[in-house]
């Protein structure tokens, strides 16, 4: 009997082990949700500190040759007249592209098909994360300059790497098809659409998994950017 209690005992003891490992296993939503909201938090945040920092205003030809000998597309005398924003797109559809995001800066182009399509493309300025220069563009291979192609942070794509997906509130001039986006001039001041139009009401970007939800809000005028309850109270 009592070589059979024992038994009893550890047969107890080690279910009671592979059910603390099963719990501590199961991947935690709440933690995982507020890790993916920091971490576009601080994209958007990497967004605007490009634009302050690595913005542009081309005054002469002879400036713009280091891109245009790079991408021969690019139409240098729109780049004199235009100012350039780099700005966060954020990809609502598409097959493999659903609820990710990209960063770049959108370069005026003679060639129709990379003209101002709404998304990352050759030809336009794509920013890359520091570790190890990937890509941030939740496109990588279609279309895109070859130093992105196979070279993407697989991250951008929330829904395919966390299973979150995004949603976004904001004022009529900035709502587009499938799509939204943030841009910053020089200044750090945000605008919107597909032609940039200034913010003049709260930018809110909403993460979502399962029955959990992480808001992120970028505010007109200053581009002040707030996460979690702060942005909730707006």
Known sequence: MKQSAFSIFELLLVCSLIGILIFFAKPNNTNQIYKVSNYL????????NLALTQDTLYTNLNQTK?????????????????????????HLSGTYTQNSFSIYLDTPRQAQTTHYDNRP????????QGVNLQCLSGYNNSNISDF??????????????FGIKLQIS???TCKEKQTGR?????????????????????FIITLT?????????????????LQGKICKKI
């Open 41 to 48: 938090y601080q994209n958007i945040l990497y967004t605007k």
């Open 66 to 90: 280091w891109i245009t000998n790079a991408f021969p597309s690019v139409y240098p005398q729109i780049l004199l007249s235009n100012q350039t924003f780099w700005q966060i797109q954020f």
């Open 121 to 128: 493309m050759a030809g336009d300025i794509i920013a890359t």
């Open 148 to 161: 992105c192609k196979n070279n993407a942070d697989t991250y951008t794509r929330l829904l395919e790497s």
């Open 170 to 172: 904001t004022q009529n």
């Open 182 to 202: 943030i841009y910053f001039d020089n200044t750090g001041k945000p605008y919107c659409g597909t032609t940039p139009v200034s913010l003049t009401q709260p």
């Open 209 to 225: 998994k399962d029955n959990l939800q992480s808001s992120i809000c970028i505010l007109p005028v200053t581009g002040a950017i």
